[in-house]
Each structure stands twice: as structure tokens, then as C-alpha cells.
Nanobody
Framework: VLLMQSGGGSVQPGGSLRLSCVVS????????LSWARQTPGKGLEWVGG???????RYPESVKGRFTVSRDNSKNEVSLQMNNLKPEDTAVYYC?????????????????RGQGTQVTVTS
């Protein structure tokens, strides 16, 4: 199983970034997928996910700013991030699976990408 991420980088507050993740070695079209992020010294924070039927879920912290989408023809899941804030700075991971955690709880995944740095700074 391989999850290969691309995108990320540095942006000013209020800016936008898009992350992509191509999955191989796993039944993509029937899988739920998630994005999560991590800052130094903290666990993984779930930031959104998409079920196989296209239904999306988000925590309140990013709702209305982040959008998860999928392209089953390309085995690709994406995370569009708009109106970024300095507190969104983190390493972002795509992952297989979707469990909506209670607020404040970390998540874990068996399979996840290599991570992509997103920095929001003026």
C-alpha cells in the first residue's frame, strides 16, 4: 500500500493551498479516506474525510474552509484549503479510513502518506 502526497508549501494568512494524494495497492473506490495534521509534540488531528459515496465530514475547526474531494479514476484524494490561518501550520497526511473522533481526540491510521509541510505565515 502506497500513499504518495504532493502539494503544500508556504502561504500568507488568508491564502489557499491544495494537497493531493494518490493511493495504490488498496481498493480505492470502496475506501473512505481522511486528511489529518500534526504539529511538533502533538498527536494527529483529523481535519476531514470522504466516504466512498462522496459524503464528506469535517471538524468545526476547518468547516467552511477545507474541502476534501476524490477522483476514483485517478485513485486520488485532495484537500483544498482556503482562508488559511497561522494555526493551520502543520504536517498534513492523507490516510485510508475515516472515523470521526470526539473533539480534542487524536486519530491513528494503519496506512498514511509521507506527510507534507504546510506553513501559514506573514
Amino acid at each position: 500500500v502506497l500513499l504518495m502526497q504532493s502539494g503544500g508549501g508556504s502561504v500568507q494568512p488568508g491564502g489557499s493551498l491544495r494537497l493531493s494524494c494518490v493511493v495504490s495497492g488498496f481498493p480505492f473506490s470502496t475506501s473512505a479516506l481522511s486528511w489529518a495534521r500534526q504539529t511538533p509534540g502533538k498527536g494527529l488531528e483529523w481535519v476531514g474525510g470522504i466516504y466512498s459515496n462522496g459524503t464528506t465530514r469535517y471538524p468545526e475547526s476547518v468547516k467552511g474552509r477545507f474541502t476534501v474531494s476524490r477522483d476514483n479514476s485517478k485513485n486520488e484524494v485532495s484537500l483544498q484549503m482556503n482562508n488559511l490561518k497561522p494555526e493551520d501550520t502543520a504536517v498534513y497526511y492523507c490516510a485510508i479510513g475515516l472515523i470521526v473522533p470526539d473533539p480534542g481526540y487524536d486519530v491513528e491510521y494503519v496506512y498514511r502518506g509521507q506527510g507534507t509541510q504546510v506553513t501559514v505565515t506573514s
